[in-house]
Each structure stands twice: as structure tokens, then as C-alpha cells.
């Protein structure tokens, strides 16, 4: 789907945004008559309300958008595509913002108001298109609208259109498209390549797993993204009630996370030696299926004794994040759908995540503002190591007692990511559970503006 700005033709509509402390001074502006209609449609320039104004003639001449009041503006991103759907579907320009708010992040929630899933049933018509404001860098906005469509729409697709095959499909399509290179391991040659979880855990599924390697660029500082592409999630011979696995196609939210802001960087030629890491894999039940109770050996040498096949996420990570190290890149970072811990510590909305050092968490925490990407940080807690220490094992992949779920599934990890190297983690939901400005209900991405506004502070870009 093509999310962009409208070229500006010359009959495009004047597009006014008011919020609610500023509605007075607006109306007191305004001639008689147009005042009693502004009073017949009860627009006082409350969140999401839009009014069209006609002129002379009869024709519409312009176009109020309400943003609201602080309570409203708090609790909500992108108030101007509140109004989106409630505009006809015409071309707008934008002639004001209140003080306070950022024309590029509210253009760019215009653009997300226009993303529709259609693979297999024809969505309501995009609706009214927006030219890029003034000193709004467009090729920005719409590489980040572009790469947040990819995201979505590898969530949204179903694991019978989307397993460890179709993912890589979709990562080739996004190499060639940016001529970068990608190389793929699949099935028992994990074995003799020396990725021995990420074989364990895909090898009972009857689409073999793989592993996804992309890279782009030969210039500046090395990023490598690590992405979780468990592509459905029964959860093993520890199965999920059903309940529990109706969502699982999103459990590569992970990679198609990593996917989406790789577009952006490769789109907008950010100066990195990016490298992308996607095991992929179906975490299913057969004969061949792993086990609880079994011991695997990582590749990083490291033993995990399985407590739980449902905490399979991590292990296919951790070879990733093993051989990510290998390269000692200037920064790695990892996404993933990895536990419902972090579902219940900070609700469906934050990204939580986890930075080796306190100027990298800075650096996130400023970026997720810059264009509304919430995160929270979460703390790489050193007395919890000894709960991942089963004692059988090095690791143990699913703790007894429930307790800092998200925590040791990131110390977890942290153990494969090699000392002094800088590392953040996230654990994502990657889905919006009901319909929000800019974000309909279904898979979404989270972290990856956040991240891309960072890297410059990070990587000295």
C-alpha cells in the first residue's frame, strides 16, 4: 500500500487545526453567519470534531480540525488524524498547528490513517489525503508511514500465508528492492552451521526453519537487528489453550518489526553497515518436537534446560544474537513478541525496553518522542541472574514462579550478546487491540521510530 502525501493541486482545501484552549479566539474571528453555523454543529474544537465552512457561493472553502484539550491531547497520539475520517475524502492542506504540536508527527498520523489491510477482503476507500505541510520533510514521513505498512501487514497476514518461507519471500522482496544482499540457512543445514536452537525449535514443523541474513550498506557504524520470527506459536508440547493462540501470527511481530524499520534506514540512506538476523521458524507439535526437560546446547556454547516449550522465543534468539556478537557490531538490537510479563507490567501500548547503558536508554526515551513511539525502560536486573540458573544447565528457559517474567527473558538473552558490546532489547506486543487514531485494530509496529531517531546520538551519524 502506498501511503503518501497528495501532490497540491490548486483546488486543494485549507486545512485549519484549533485545539480547545484556542477555539475562542478562532470563533470570535469569524463573520455572523458563520459563527451560527459553527454553533449548529456544536464544534468547539474538541478532539476528533471537524467542520466544513462554505463559502460565498456555497462551496466548501475551508476546513476546521478540533484537536482538543490537554486531557485528550495526554491521552492520545495523533490528534489531527482524529479528524481524518470524519473529512470527505478530497485533498487538504495544512495552513495552521496550535503551538505545541509537531507538524511532522501529525502528518505522519495522517498518512498511518490512510493504511488499509486488503489481502483478502477490499477495505472502505482511503480517505482524505493531506499535502506535505510546510518544512515537513516528506520523503521522511513516508519512509516511516512505508515501513510501518510492512510491519503491519506481515502481522496481519495469517501463518497460512506467512510462515518461515513467506517471511523470507518478504525479506527478499525489501533486499532487492534496496540491493541489498541476503543469505538464507534452512532446515538441518542450521545443524552443520552451528545454530542448534533455532533448529530444535523449528525442526517439528513441517515448513523447515531458517535463518534470515540481510545486509546493507559498506559505510559507518555497524547496527545489527535481531528479530523474532516465530511465525505461529502453539506453544510446543506445552501447549497453548486456545484462548492463548488465537493472536500467535503475531508472534513474528519481532522480525517484521526489525523488517519495517530496516525499510526506513535503507529508504532514507541513513550512513550504517546495517546487518538483519531473522530466525524463522514454527514452533509446532510432532514426533520430532522438543522437549521439557531436554538440554540444548547454543551456539555460544551455553547449555538450556527447557522447562517450558512455550519459551521458545529466546532460544531462537540467543543463537541469533551469538552470532550477531560474532561481528562485534556498534550497536545490537533485538525485537520480539517474548512475554506476556510485559503485557501485564506496562499494558498493550509501550514498548518496553532494555539498554546496556544509561546514554543509549536516554538516546531511546528522546527518540520515541520525536515521533509519538512510546517506550518504557525496563532494568537489566543483576539479582535476578541467579533465577535463569537452573544448575542443570547454564540457562534455564522459563523460571518456576512467575515472577519479572520480562527481566529474565532479558537477562536471558543478554547472556548471548557478548560483554562491552551495546545492546537493547524489546518486548513488544505488536498489536493494537482497538482501533486509535492512525492505528486501526490489528498488527502494529513499536519501537522502531524510537529506534531510527536514536541512532544518530547512538552511532555518531
Request: charged share 25%; glycine share 10%; proline share 7%.
Amino acid at each position: 500500500m502506498s501511503l503518501k502525501f497528495a501532490e497540491k493541486p490548486q483546488a486543494s482545501i485549507p486545512l485549519t487545526a484549533i485545539d480547545e484552549p484556542g477555539f475562542k479566539a478562532w470563533f470570535d474571528g469569524l463573520s455572523e453567519p458563520r459563527k451560527s453555523w459553527v454553533k449548529a454543529n456544536r464544534f468547539k474544537g474538541g478532539f476528533g470534531q471537524a467542520i466544513l465552512l462554505a463559502g460565498e457561493g456555497g462551496e466548501v472553502e475551508e476546513a476546521v480540525a478540533g484537536l482538543g484539550g490537554p486531557k485528550e491531547q495526554e491521552r492520545n497520539r495523533f490528534a489531527l488524524a482524529a479528524t481524518q475520517p470524519r473529512l470527505p475524502k478530497e485533498v487538504f492542506h495544512l495552513t495552521s498547528l496550535p503551538e505545541g504540536f509537531d507538524a511532522e508527527t501529525e502528518s505522519l498520523g495522517w498518512l498511518l490513517s490512510n493504511y488499509r489491510f486488503e489481502r483478502y477482503a477490499k477495505q472502505r476507500a482511503i480517505g482524505a489525503q493531506l499535502v506535505a505541510p510546510p518544512g515537513v520533510d516528506a520523503s521522511r514521513v513516508e519512509a516511516l508511514a512505508a515501513g510501518e505498512a510492512l510491519s503491519r501487514d506481515l502481522i496481519n497476514t495469517p501463518a497460512s500465508d506467512m510462515g518461515p518461507d513467506a517471511l523470507e519471500e518478504a525479506a527478499r522482496d525489501l533486499a532487492k528492492s534496496f540491493g541489498a544482499n541476503i543469505d538464507v540457512i534452512e532446515g538441518d543445514a542450521l545443524l552443520d552451521q552451528n545454530f542448534p536452537m533455532i533448529h530444535a525449535v523449528g525442526r517439528a514443523a513441517a515448513r523447515a526453519p531458517r535463518l534470515i541474513d540481510i545486509r546493507w550498506g559498506d559505510a559507518g557504524p555497524r547496527l545489527t537487528l535481531v528479530g523474532k520470527g516465530v511465525c505461529f506459536d502453539t506453544g510446543g508440547l506445552n501447549l497453548k489453550p486456545a484462548a492463548s493462540m488465537g493472536l500467535m501470527k503475531k508472534d513474528m511481530g519481532g522480525a517484521a518489526t526489525v523488517l519495517g524499520l530496516s525499510q526506513m534506514i535503507m529508504a532514507l540512506g541513513v550512513k550504517v553497515q546495517l546487518r538483519v538476523l531473522i530466525p524463522a521458524v514454527e514452533n509446532s507439535v510432532s514426533g520430532d518436537a522438543f522437549r521439557p526437560g531436554d538440554i540444548l546446547t547454543s551456539r555460544k556454547g551455553l547449555t538450556v534446560e527447557i522447562n517450558n516449550t512455550d519459551a521458545e522465543g529466546r532460544l531462537v534468539l540467543a543463537d541469533a544474537l551469538a552470532l550477531a556478537s560474532e561481528e562485534t557490531p556498534d550497536l545490537i538490537v533485538s525485537m520480539a513478541t517474548l512475554t506476556g510479563a510485559a503485557r501485564v507490567a506496562v499494558g498493550p501500548d509501550l514498548a518496553p525496553f532494555y539498554a546496556s547503558d544509561t546514554d543509549l536508554a536516554d538516546a531511546i526515551r528522546k527518540g520515541a518522542k520525536v515521533n509519538a513511539d512510546p517506550v518504557w525502560e525496563m532494568p537489566f536486573h543483576a539479582p535476578y541472574e541467579e533465577m535463569i540458573e537452573p544448575g542443570i544447565a547454564d540457562l534455564d528457559n522459563a523460571p518456576k514462579g512467575g515472577f519479572g517474567g520480562s527481566i529474565t527473558a532479558a537477562l536471558f538473552l543478554r547472556r548471548f550478546v557478548d560483554d562491552g558490546l551495546r545492546y537493547a532489547h524489546f518486548d513488544i506486543y505488536g498489536w493494537q487491540p482497538k482501533p486509535a487514531p492512525a492505528r486501526p485494530k490489528g498488527g502494529a509496529g513499536q519501537g522502531a521510530r524510537a529506534i531510527l531517531n536514536a541512532l544518530p546520538s547512538v552511532l555518531g551519524i
